[in-house]
Structures are given as C-alpha cells and as structure tokens.
C-alpha cells in the first residue's frame, strides 16, 4: 500500500510537472554517476526563445551566475521573467542560444541530472498528495532518514508547525488528506526540500505579495539558509531582495535593458529607476 501510494504521488508529480517524458524512477545508473561539475555556475548566453513559432519572446539574453552570488531579474508585467525560470527548470527547449551549467551545455546533462543541480521554488510551491515527510524527501533524489527529513525541516523554520500537525510528518497533503498549509508554510516546506536536494543552483520565484509579517519572517530567514554558497537566480519582487544581490538583470520586451547593481542602477536614472520609483518592488516587513 505504502509503495502504491508514492508510486501514485509521484505519478501525480509528473503530471503536475508535465514531465511525463522524465523518468522520475531512480535511476541507478543515473544515481551513481556522480554530477561533474567543476563549479555551479549557471550562464545564459544569447538566448532566443519561443514558445509558438513566430512570436518570439526572449532575444539574446546574457546573464552569468557564479556559485556563491545571485543575481536578480526584474522588469514589467509580461517582460519575460517567468519565461526565463520555465527555461531554467528545463520545461522548454531553447529556439536559439546556450545555456550552461558549470560551463557544459544543458544538453550534456540528462533531465534527472538537471533536476539534481537545480532547485526551483516558485511562490505557489507544487505540494502531491502523500505525507509531509514524502513531501520533502521527494527533494532528495535519494534515500533519506527521518532525520535527513527533519534537520532539514528545522533549518527551513518548519519543523515547529510540522509538528504541531496531527499525525506530525505522516500529516498527509493533497489530495489524500484534508489539510490546508497556509502559503507560508507550503513554501517552507517546499524550502525544506530544496535544502535536502541541496543542488549547486537555485532558482527563486519570489512571492508578489507579502504573508503575514511573522511568516514572512520565517519564509525569509529559511529562504537566507537556502541561498548560502549557490548560485542563485531570483524573480525579485521586493527591495530588499534587489539590494542584496549582487547584480540586478532588468529585462524588458524579453531583452535585457540594463544590468548592475542596485545602486548604480538607480544612479543611472533609466527604467531600473523608474520601477524602484513607482514601487513596482515591494518594501518587505523585515
Ligand atoms: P509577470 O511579471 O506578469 O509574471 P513575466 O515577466 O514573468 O510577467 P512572462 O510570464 O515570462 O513574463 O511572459 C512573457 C511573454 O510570454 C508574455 O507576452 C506572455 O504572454 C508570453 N507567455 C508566457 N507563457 C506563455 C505560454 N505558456 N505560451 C505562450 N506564451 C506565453
């Protein structure tokens, strides 16, 4: 039953994914072969995309991140941004353009290897029915002890809320189970996950609008862990994230406009401004 079970979520996975083409068995093969990388850096060069021929919605986008830095896209609605994760992630081919990690071609890695090197937390994190603890080993892409589960758990600020659930980390989610997670701790959750698959690369969709302070508080403090000694891609939507990083990539109209730091950014005085000006970054309550 326990078997059929996860077998069943994993399937429910797949099609939450669409990633029916991704073996999500463990592969021995795959698992054995360790991942070759001289470093995490994930790079961007040229990049064209389209999702529908004709309508072209990335052009020539060039951007680099170093293990141990992140960098920051920003830009208006429709800009590209979220185009830019569904490549990250691997959901879709690129038209024109590389896209490297570690300095190898994505081609050179198979789909379970890429998943392996990089984590994507959106703002509505993707929960399949099973338990909780399923749920943040399933990060893993190995065998992992309850304990592996719950140190990494504590480390995303989840563990207390965890354990306050009625059958603790065998609490069932989804669609098996009558539970409802708040935003912020499905994203904890979700962090706890990518802690426990701990891949060099991350990928950030940042919440638009704020939780409540005290599980913004908690959401961000995880996210902080998180993001020690990756390289880290995030779709920032607050200030604070933006003038942390170490560059911001303004995109527009799919393109890059501009690039720097915050501060330089803003000195420029061009759309980078414009949008810290008109508050299109949210100020977050910490
Ligand atoms: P927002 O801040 O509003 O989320 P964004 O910067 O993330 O915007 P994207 O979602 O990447 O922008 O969209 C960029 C362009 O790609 C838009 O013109 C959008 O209509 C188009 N687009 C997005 N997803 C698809 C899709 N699955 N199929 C076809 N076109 C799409």
């Known amino acids: ?48 995309f389209s999702y529908e021929e004709r309508r072209s919605i990335l052009h020539d986008v060039t951007f680099s991140v170093p293990s141990g830095k992140t960098v920051a896209i920003v830009g208006p609605s429709g800009a590209g941004k979220s185009t830019v994760v569904q490549i990250l992630a691997r959901f879709y081919d690129l038209s024109d353009g590389e896209m490297e990690l570690g300095g190898q071609p994505a081609e050179d890695f198979t789909r379970h290897e890429w998943a392996r090197a990089v984590s994507v937390v959106t703002q509505e994190p993707v929960l399949f029915s099973g338990t909780v603890a399923e749920n943040i080993a399933y990060g893993g892409c190995g065998a992992w002890s309850r304990d592996d589960v719950e140190r990494a758990a504590r480390a995303a600020n989840a563990h207390e809320f965890i354990r306050e659930l009625p059958d603790g980390y065998d609490t069932v989610l989804g669609e098996g189970g ?97 949008l810290v000006n008109a508050q299109h970054l949210v100020v977050s309550g910490m």
């Open 178 to 274: 009558d539970i409802q997670l708040s935003g912020g701790q499905r994203q904890r959750v979700a962090i706890a996950r990518a802690l426990l698959k701990d891949a060099p690369v991350l990928v950030l969709d940042e919440a638009t609008s704020a939780l409540d302070s005290q599980s913004e508080a908690l959401v961000q403090e995880a996210l902080a862990r998180l993001q020690e000694g990756r390289a880290v891609v995030v779709v920032a939507h607050r200030l604070s994230t933006v003038v942390g990083a170490d560059e911001v990539v303004v995109l527009e109209g799919g393109a890059v406009r501009e690039r720097g730091a915050h501060a330089e950014l803003v000195a420029r005085g061009g759309l980078y401004a414009s």
């Open 1 to 48: 039953f326990v078997y059929r079970t996860i077998r069943q979520s994993l399937t429910d996975m797949e099609d939450m994914f669409g990633l029916l083409a991704v073996p999500l068995e463990v592969d021995d093969k795959d698992e054995a072969r360790p991942l070759k990388l001289a470093h995490g850096e994930v790079a961007f060069e040229g990049v064209n």
